[in-house]
């Protein structure tokens, strides 16, 4: 969640408020299961969170018991369920009910004040709610050529195209509309998609897909293989600085997915290279 509105919106989450019969007690508890700071605290209200970001967990005093289920509860994700509720207990919280379904283990726990939560790695499997989708474009179209010479002389002085400032003498850049044309050596391209420069399972051609994120790259790798995609290549830090996996599609087709710190890309998706 970001300080920004969501488009369409008409607000941002600012912050989740439980109500507590002991602030400090319960101010203890969540900040230190949470990892997270106390960021203002006065004699009603206590405020927890990382500075600068949204949202915060605000406790707030009241003096009316809690009697009730809870209309509202946190859903935390762990790594360790069972070191995680042993360390709740420690702190004063207590276990109500442990579940198994769906895939899920999770289990409800109360904290000092009686206010419930459910500690679980329910993260896991919806990971992917929420991320940033492969949209409908392409980035790169790269050539594996066998004579980067005779190739570059081909484009760039037989049919007059002008190559981008961005070429260097291991690959040459032509923007092509919204998108790019690259040549680079086939071997070295089936060597950084991970395959065999056989003539089996390398056509000599590899498709891009560039992001705007460095942390869109695995997003979308993930999403490709929940579709059917093969993994080929697991993201990475590639050479020329940037961030870059790839994967295949059903009938063998090599994407990589691409960061590149460098290269512009337009609202629309269109890349833009260096002049």
Partial sequence: ???SAHKGGMGTLFAVVMDVNHLDLCGTFWSQMLGV??????????????????????LQKVTEPHQEKNRVHIDLDVTDLEASVNRVQDLGGHKLQAVSAYGIAWVVMAD????????????????NQGATPMEQRLSLITLGVNDLTRSRQFY????????????????????????????????ALAADAHLANDGTGFGGITLAYNVRQREDVDAILTEAQAAGARLLKPAEEVHWGGYSGYFADPDGYPWEVAWNPYWELLEDGSVQLPR
Wanted: some cysteine.
């Fill in 1 to 3: 969640m970001t300080a």
């Fill in 112 to 127: 000092p004040d009686g206010m419930n939560s459910v500690w679980s790695n329910i993260a896991e499997p919806f990971a």
């Fill in 156 to 187: 760039e002085q037989g049919l007059g195209w002008v190559i981008s400032s961005g070429s260097n003498e291991q690959i040459v850049f032509f923007q092509v509309g919204c998108i790019a044309l690259a040549l680079y050596s086939r071997a």
């Fill in 37 to 58: 700071d106390v960021l203002f605290q006065d004699d009603h209200y206590l405020r927890l969170g990382h500075p600068g970001e949204r949202p915060t967990l605000l």
